[in-house]
């Protein structure tokens, strides 16, 4: 289940790709309850993450959505969307529904778990400073792009929302009520 997808094409060897080692290239690192079990480096202009197959990580938890993010490249950085998942996506303990990642960030996709918990750490050496919307401001149209291009997708899988693209978004807060 952990096993690196190349479906959509990648431009080093598969080997290159699961070591997540390659040059100038950020890595991700998904870890479950502190053990690494896969790498993955982003050679791709984007990359879906979620619980089913036809991610490029799949992560088996039932608190993770379907799919959960969309991570695009953009020139040096690379952009975190969150594809409206049920338990949200939270960097460095922070909930997110868009960011610009940096190195050494961690991405939280489990939180609900007691037993099991998964996270991702995203290296990138070259990007030691956390960028902003306003720094990236023609990365609209590639995030545009790059939401059309997984559209089909995630039609399939019963989403309707795709996320808006601000960070004035309010965090919700909210309990279950286990009466």
């Known amino acids: ?13 598969e080997a290159g790709r699961e070591s997540g080692k390659h040059a100038g290239l950020p890595t991700l690192q998904l870890t479950r309850n502190g053990t690494v079990v896969q ?3 982003l050679d791709l202009p984007q990359t879906l993450i979620g ?12 608190y993770v959505s379907r799919h959960q993010i969309l991570l695009v490249r953009h020139g040096d950085s690379t952009i975190l969307i969150d594809l409206d998942s049920t338990n949200g996506t939270f960097v460095n303990s922070r909930r997110v529904y868009n960011h610009v990642l940096a190195h050494d960030d961690v991405i939280e996709v489990d939180r609900h778990s007691m037993f099991v918990q998964y ?9 030691t400073t956390h960028g ?4 990236l401001e023609p990365a609209d149209i590639v ?4 939401l059309e291009k997984i559209g089909g997708l995630l039609e399939k899988s019963d989403t309707d929302v795709l996320p808006a693209l601000s960070e004035s978004v ?6 279950i009520d286990d009466r």
Request: charged fraction near 25%; proline fraction near 4%; hydrophobic fraction near 35%.
């Open 1 to 13: 289940m952990y096993s690196q997808r190349t479906k959509r094409g990648a431009a080093l060897t």
């Open 51 to 62: 619980r089913t197959e036809d991610n490029d990580m799949a992560i088996a938890s039932t």
């Open 132 to 135: 902003t919307w306003d720094d």
């Open 143 to 146: 995030i545009e792009k790059a």
């Open 119 to 127: 996270s991702i750490k995203y290296s990138d050496p070259y990007m």
């Open 170 to 175: 309010p965090t919700a807060v909210g309990f």
């Open 39 to 41: 790498e993955l480096s």
